[in-house]
């Protein structure tokens, strides 16, 4: 079975600081994907990445950067300088090649960043 | 760009109602998923479909029924609705490219209340 824990449920930080956001994944597969999702107060989830298990690179897009360690079964999503506009539910989300299409999801993390 | 609309965005219905969530994307998506969120426990598929009139059992399936008659549509029926089946509803779709799995894009979801 696949798991993926999030185990900060919330963050309250001030604009402009760093935050890191964690994920631990656990799955017994070898061949897996992984991604992470914004969910705005309206409601729709937007996709922000994915990562396969065979490219362990580290990613930066612009304020946001995701570190991936299969030594830690981890992929943690960092936001530098954060704005209001960041606040929002973000959930991690793991997929492999046995896993039949479906997506199992965190808990997600409620990040609030205040002005 | 990729859209994913559901017909409501609230409804409120009675215990022992028959209740339809109507689910269309535009993007000639293989793939058609139906999840609910409650707090802190993420997102749990209820049931998805590859191809017109298949599908298969999610993690939830329990109270639920699904239907697929055109690719573009995918509808999840509550046949008796109770009160513990209220919650966020969101459907996704995503296309089969190769071996890779591809994200999944959402719609708005549907805050289903059940009195």
């Known amino acids: 079975a696949q798991k993926v824990t999030q185990a900060q449920t919330e963050i309250s930080v001030v604009e402009k600081e760093d935050v890191t956001l964690d994920c631990v994944y656990e799955?017994?597969?070898?061949?897996?994907?992984l991604f992470w999702y914004k969910q705005p107060p309206s409601g729709e989830l937007v996709f922000l990445i994915r990562r396969n298990s065979f490219d362990e690179q580290n990613e930066i897009s612009g304020r946001y950067s995701w570190n991936f360690q299969k030594s830690t079964s981890s992929f943690n999503f960092t936001i530098t300088a954060s704005q209001v506009v960041d606040s929002a539910v973000y959930f991690c989300a793991l997929t492999s090649d046995n896993a039949g299409n479906m997506l199992t999801f965190g808990g997600g993390t409620r990040l609030m960043v205040k002005p | 760009d990729v859209k994913v609309t559901q017909s409501s965005r609230y409804l409120v219905k009675r215990t022992g109602e028959k209740v339809f969530l109507e689910c269309v994307q535009d993007?000639?998506?293989?793939?058609m998923f139906w999840y609910r969120q409650d707090p802190g426990l993420g997102l749990r598929l209820i049931y998805f479909?590859?191809?017109?009139?298949?599908?298969e059992k999610g993690d939830i399936p329990e109270g639920y029924s699904v239907s697929r008659e055109k690719k573009e549509r995918f509808s999840l029926i509550l046949e008796s609705a109770s009160t513990n089946q209220t919650s966020m509803y969101l459907c996704?779709?995503?296309?089969?490219?190769?071996?890779?799995?591809?994200?999944?894009?959402f719609g708005p979801g549907t805050r289903l209340t059940v009195l």
């Open positions: 996704a779709s995503n296309k089969i490219t190769g071996a890779s799995y591809n994200e999944q894009f």
């Open positions: 993007m000639d998506h293989e793939n």
């Open positions: 799955t017994r597969d070898t061949t897996y994907y």
């Open positions: 479909s590859y191809d017109v009139k298949m599908k």
